[in-house]
């Protein structure tokens, strides 16, 4: 790997065909979410209280419209409310429904397996050392983005 394009690509084809796995166990398990619904869903599981869609956007690192597009289908589903915020009406605030809950409790599985399966040819000082990695790169890169 003396090409530093390779890594990228790596890296690419790493998260593509991890979302391919998760989607096809997700889809075999019978589940309706997407693996961003998914991810949606799995954050507001950890959060405390209603969260701003702002923040939901900050979070998965897409624009508005498609977060928009994304609490627009899971609300449909019932697996989350959007309301106005009591502080700024411009605000909207987003939280899990029961259903929403019970929803995350029942993929949680799903995940761990999908996770086991990305990590399974390394060892354990291998995948924290990827993990140091990763997150290394990923801050950089948001600081180079966020820079604009």
Do not use: W
Not at 3 to 23: E, F, I, N, S, T
Not at 82 to 111: M, N, Q
Not at 116 to 138: F, H, N, P
Request: with cysteine; glycine share 8%.
């Amino acid at each position: 790997m003396d090409d530093p394009q390779d890594l990228g690509r790596l890296l690419a084809c790493c998260g593509h065909l991890g979302r391919q796995y998760g989607v096809n166990l997700l889809r075999r398990k019978g589940y309706d979410v997407t693996p961003v619904q998914t991810r949606t869903l799995v954050y507001l599981s950890c959060c405390r209280e209603a969260v701003n869609q702002r923040e939901l956007e900050r979070e998965l690192r897409l624009r508005p419209s498609t977060v928009n597009g994304i609490v627009s289908r899971l609300e449909e589903k019932g697996y989350l409310s959007r309301r106005a915020s009591p502080l700024d009406g411009r605000c909207r605030l987003v939280s899990l429904t029961e259903a929403g809950r019970e929803k995350v409790e029942a993929f949680r599985a799903s995940l761990e397996e999908t996770n086991r399966r990305l990590c399974a040819v390394l060892t354990e000082g291998e995948r924290a050392q990827l993990g140091d990695m990763l997150s290394r790169i990923i801050a950089d890169l948001e600081n180079e983005v966020n820079k604009s």
